[in-house]
């Protein structure tokens, strides 16, 4: 498995180059980590934390000048441990301007199928008893059409969207829970099983709600530039059609503040540099952050996260 993986990193690698891209290194001790609420950030001392993401550094980038960048290295985030989760993982996160998001979704599956090639010789492999076809196209599914196949029709309004669920079986949720809370419950319990099909999944459309830091479609506001990609059952990928409004952002930053704070977690300070940044100016872009010990568990068909790294939490 670690010499596969080594292959996987050396094929990503490849890829980005052949693309005229730009490997960065960024900080990953930052005073201003990611403040999405379900987050619990790393504390490093002294009032610093280690990354959840590399993503308000490479956004800086971005307004700098630089237009293809990517980042492959360690992040950390709290609370996550599991046989699809590590604390200290491995991430890809890159970010193309004047790339719209089909076209990353493109990018996307050119990449996942590139490094299958290099490292199997072949698109075509079987993950924990079912084939799986890396190569593209991959299918794709709106958030809004898997609701409706879980029996939930969508809504923006967080009462509505409990009151439906339950309707579905979904439940008893809880009367204050908030729309991301209850919108996860569905797509863990009933989209995300159903996810599991030969080919890969694009999931995307996100409703509003769930925008987290990206742009709101321009001719539907109410759903998101945002996917996901699932195989084999794993969530392989996030992206974003990349919020580039500085007023905007700063909104969704404190809200998600006032969120953190009513859940009892640290409630950390934005990140002004980020949003300076974001007023300087950056492109259009899109932009995808990918776990490749995921990626590297479907190519040798582990079972377990923790066969993909040479120590296993409880080995370190």
Known sequence: NLELRARALAAIRAFFAGRDFLEVQTPLRVRHPGLEPHLSPLDAGEGWTLITSPEYHMKRLLAAGL????????????????????????????????????????????????????????TTLRYQGRALELAPPFARLSVGDALRRAGVEPTTDAAELRRRAELAGLGPLEPDEPFEGIASRILVERVEPALVGERPTFLHSFPA????????????????????????????????????????????????????????????????????????????????????????????????????????????
């Open 209 to 316: 709600p769930l925008a987290a830091l990206s742009r709101l479609c321009p001719d539907d506001p109410s759903v998101a530039e945002r996917f996901e990609l699932y195989a084999g059952g794993l969530e392989l990928a996030n992206a974003f059609g990349e919020l580039s409004d500085p007023e905007e952002q700063r909104r969704r930053l404190e809200a998600d503040r006032r969120a953190r704070a009513a859940a009892g977690r640290p409630a950390y300070t934005v990140d002004e540099r980020f949003l300076a940044a974001l007023g300087e100016g950056i492109p259009p872009t899109s932009g995808i952050a990918l776990g490749v010990d995921r990626l590297v568990m479907l190519l040798c068909d582990a079972a377990s996260i923790a066969e993909t790294v040479a120590f296993a939490p409880d080995e370190i």
């Open 67 to 122: 237009e293809r960048i990517y980042f492959l290295g360690p992040c950390w985030r709290g609370d996550e441990l599991g046989h699809q989760h590590l604390t200290e993982f491995c991430m890809l996160e890159w970010y193309h301007a004047y790339l719209g998001l089909d076209g990353l979704m493109r990018e996307c599956e050119e990449l996942v199928a590139a490094v299958a090639r290099a490292v199997r010789g072949a």
